[in-house]
């Protein structure tokens, strides 16, 4: 799969903007409601547990403060579909990956717009503000 083709796609097909870093990362800054804007980025990557190729989706949340109650983060996990929370260089993040060969194109749009969407709520839930 050629997912910097497909990002650069997803994103005009959903009046988002595209930006290549690199021949296996891409970033698309998605659209939502109330003028709001989420960043996702993507990337291929090895899994060495797996020894298979998958494609990560994430996108920052806020950075994690002593103060932020993880246990409604990890309780929030059991109610998404694709996406889950992590903590990634201090930062919190909404996270989601697939196997390349599982992945079909309207799934890759599923996972990215939960990325963006939660993300974005969560972002605003934690900090009162769109920072990402």
Same mark, same amino acid.
């Given at each position: 799969?050629? *997912?910097?083709?497909?990002?650069?796609?997803?994103?005009?097909? #959903? @009046? /988002? %903007?595209? +930006?290549?870093?690199? &021949?296996?990362? &891409? #970033?698309?800054?998605?659209?939502?409601?109330?003028?709001?804007?989420? %960043?996702?980025? /993507?990337?291929?990557?090895?899994?060495?547990?797996?020894?298979?190729? /998958?494609?990560?989706?994430?996108?920052?949340?806020?950075?994690?403060?002593? @103060? #932020?109650?993880?246990?409604?983060? *990890?309780?929030?996990?059991?109610?998404?579909?694709?996406?889950?929370?992590?903590?990634?260089?201090?930062?919190?993040?909404?996270?989601? &990956? &697939?196997?390349?060969? +599982?992945? %079909?194109?309207?799934?890759?749009?599923?996972?990215?717009?939960?990325?963006?969407?939660?993300?974005?709520?969560?972002?605003?839930?934690?900090? @009162?503000?769109?920072?990402?």
């Amino acid at each position: 799969m050629d *997912l910097n083709a497909f990002m650069e796609s997803y994103a005009n097909e #959903i @009046g /988002g %903007t595209y +930006s290549e870093y690199d &021949s296996r990362t &891409s #970033i698309i800054i998605v659209p939502l409601p109330d003028q709001r804007f989420q %960043t996702v980025l /993507g990337k291929l990557k090895h899994s060495e547990r797996y020894n298979r190729m /998958g494609i990560e989706f994430t996108s920052k949340v806020c950075n994690y403060k002593k @103060g #932020i109650d993880l246990k409604i983060l *990890l309780e929030e996990n059991a109610h998404l579909n694709h996406a889950k929370f992590a903590i990634v260089d201090d930062f919190i993040h909404v996270e989601a &990956s &697939s196997f390349i060969e +599982s992945a %079909t194109e309207q799934l890759l749009k599923e996972i990215i717009q939960e990325v963006a969407n939660v993300a974005d709520e969560y972002e605003m839930k934690l900090t @009162g503000k769109d920072v990402h």
